[in-house]
C-alpha cells in the first residue's frame, strides 16, 4: 500500500489544485456543490454509493456517502467540511501555489487538503482490498465555517451510528493531532435607551452606549475569575451614530469558550443574568445567544483509539503528539454524541483563515499511509 501511495503523491497535488482553485466560501452554494461533485466521482469510482443532500433553510450542500449497506453502522466516519472563509473571488487573486514543501490558496489549509487526505486514504484501501473490510461513512458538510447550524443534527445522527470518528481538519506542524476542543458560542448584548441632544438637554437622554460599558465591565470581571474553564472575550461593539446624539442603541458581541461541560452551566447563568443589573436609569438590556459548540474531551474509549495511532505512526516511522486547542470544529459535535473522536486527520499546516495558510506537502504521504494503516488494523481486529 506504501507504493500505491508514494506513486499517487503528484496527483494528489493536482487534486489539490482543482479543489482550492474552486471558490467555496460558506455563502457560495455552487463552488461548494462543485467541490462535492469531485469527490462524488471519485468516491462512486471505488464503490461507494453518494448523496448529495441540501440541508436547512438556506438548502446548504452536504456529500454524504458510504460504502456498506444502509442500515449498516459505521466502523468509521469521516467527517469534514466542503466551505472556506474567504470571499468569492479570493482564487482570482491568489490561486492554488506550491514553492518547494509549501502549498498556499484559499482554504488549502483549512480544509481542502483534509478533503483530500480523506480520499486518497479510501483509495489506498480500495487498491489493497481492504476497503470491502470496512464499512465507512463520509459526511462533509458545507456550513462549518458558520457554524453548522444546517448539518448539525445530520453530523450528530450520522456519529451516533459509528464506532469512531476522523475529522480531517489540519494535522498540526509536528503531526499533532487534536484530541480535546473547547466548546464555544457567542453572546450579543443589546442595550436600548433614548436619544436626545448631546448639547442641549443630555440629561433626556438614557445612554445605551454608557451601559454596554457597563456590561462590558462586568463581563471582564466574570472572564478574570472564570479561570482556565471558560473565557467570555468582548470583541464587537457598536453604538451612536452622531457625535451629538446621546445613543439610544448599542450591542456588544462575545466570543464564549468552555472547557468542559459543567463550565457551560455557569456560563449560561452569568450572561442570562445581564438584563437583571443594569445601571443606566432608563436603558434595557437584551441578552441572545449561547454556547452553541460542546467541548470535545477525550474520555477511555478516546484514548485507547489514540493508542491505537501512535502504534501504527510508531510502525511507519513517523512521530505523533496529541494536543488539546482552543479552537472548534465539527469534531465538537461528534465527540458530544459519545463517539471517539480524534481531529486533525489533514495535512500538515498552520495560519487557517489567514492569506499565508499552508500545508506542508511532505506531509502527504505520511499521512495518508498513517491513517490507511491505522484503517487497516481496525478492518483486521474486526475480522
Known sequence: MKAFIES?????????ETLVNIDSSSDNLAGIEAVAQFLIHRLEAIGFSSRLRNLGDRRVPCLQAR????DETFDIMFLGHMDTVFPTGEVEKRPFAADGDRATGPGVCDMKAGLLVALHVLEALHHDGVLDQLSIGVCF?????????????????????SQRVFVFEPCRPGHRFVLQRKGGGGYTLTARGTSAHAGVEPEKGANAAVEIAHQVIAIQRFND????????QVTVIRGGEKTNIIP?????????RVARKSDMAPVEAFFQSLPAHTHVPGVTLTVSGGVGRPPMAPDDRTLALWRLIEAQASNVGL???????GGCS??????????PTIDGMGLVGANAHRHDEYVALGSIVPQIQ????????IAQEKA
Open 67 to 70: 460504502n456498506g449497506p444502509e
Open 319 to 325: 512521530k505523533i503528539e496529541s494536543i488539546a486547542t
Open 370 to 377: 498513517l491513517i490507511a494503516s491505522v484503517c487497516k488494523t
Open 141 to 161: 458538510n458545507g456550513d462549518e465555517e458558520v457554524g453548522s447550524a444546517s448539518s448539525r443534527s445530520w453530523i450528530e445522527a450520522h456519529a451516533r451510528n
Open 225 to 232: 475569575q472564570a479561570g482556565e474553564g471558560a473565557s467570555a
Open 248 to 256: 439610544d442603541e448599542a450591542r456588544a458581541s462575545v466570543d464564549v
Open 8 to 16: 499517487r503523491k503528484d496527483d494528489y497535488i493536482r487534486d489539490l
Open 330 to 339: 465539527d469534531g465538537n459535535f461528534a465527540s458530544a454524541q459519545g463517539v
